[in-house]
């Protein structure tokens, strides 16, 4: 098997799952290189990390997932031959059942897509997640024709042709979101790929809540920058 593939993990306060992440990803077929972005953990993500086997890229303050994506792959960039690697990225809560990210790697590695999306054969119930899905799905399907299932999933496998062209990328969680629409609009071939996942159900407390409301926010912006009706009409509610 030639390695082509790079796993690229934002990570912020996962020393509790980082390890067995890291490790699922370092058993994948065709990849080389792991590289975690300790997103300004106040953990020992880093360290566990590293431990695992990654290269580990430290932000001394969160920078948000975006941010945190951008460094990971300019990390890769720093360490390719000739020829990039693909850039597959993951969260780090999905401990083992990262193995099965190989999945997504196939199509791209095939040239049969230009970037792929995880979906999760299991979901996850999580209370109020619903209108954030809701709302990216819809946003996605005006802006560019495409039908999400899983608007919001990290898991994703880029050619890095893809990736650049869709930088400069959107901010923190509104990622997906614009990802999925920009490389649609610029004629890349996005699939969708079903894979035995899971990562730890967000839960229903305040700090989640407030995490919900962040990715809203995020969601919303991503969207209204490509989209005039929703620019227009959350211009009128600032008003």
Same mark, same amino acid.
């Given at each position: 098997m030639v390695t082509d593939t790079a796993v690229v993990i934002p990570a912020r306060?996962? @020393? =509790? &799952?980082?390890?067995?992440? +890291? !490790?699922a990803a370092m058993d994948l077929p065709g990849v080389d290189l792991v590289v975690v972005v300790d997103d300004g953990s106040t953990d020992q993500t880093?360290? +566990?990390?590293? /431990?695992?086997? !990654?290269?580990v890229v430290r932000h001394s303050r969160n920078r948000g997932k975006a941010g945190a994506m951008e460094s990971g792959a300019e990390a890769v960039r720093l360490l390719d031959g000739p020829k990039p690697r693909h850039l597959l990225f993951l969260d780090a809560d999905l401990g083992d059942t990262a193995r099965?990210?190989?999945?997504?790697?196939e199509p791209v590695r @095939?040239?049969?897509a230009d970037m792929t999306i /995880? +979906?999760?054969? #299991? &979901? +996850?119930k999580l209370g109020g997640h619903g209108i954030v899905v809701r709302l990216a799905r819809d946003g996605i399907k005006r802006a560019s024709g495409f039908t999400a299932a899983q608007p919001l999933n990290g898991q994703r496998c880029l050619t890095r042709d893809a990736f650049e062209a869709a930088r400069p990328l959107a901010h923190g969680f509104g990622v =997906? #979101? @614009?990802?999925?629409?920009?490389? %649609?609009?610029?004629?890349?071939r996005v699939a969708e790929v079903e894979v035995d996942m899971a990562h730890r159900a967000t839960g229903t407390d305040w700090r989640a809540q407030v995490h919900r409301a962040r990715q809203l926010r995020d969601v919303a912006l991503?969207? @209204?920058? &490509? =989209?005039? %009706?929703?620019r227009d009409n959350l211009a009128k509610i600032r008003l």
């Open positions: 306060d996962e @020393a =509790e &799952r980082i390890g067995a992440t +890291v !490790a880093g360290r +566990v990390a590293r /431990a695992a086997g !990654a290269r099965a990210a190989s999945a997504l790697v @095939a040239g049969a /995880a +979906v999760f054969a #299991t &979901r +996850v =997906e #979101t @614009a990802l999925t629409i920009d490389l %649609v609009r610029k004629g890349f991503a969207l @209204a920058a &490509r =989209e005039p %009706v929703i």
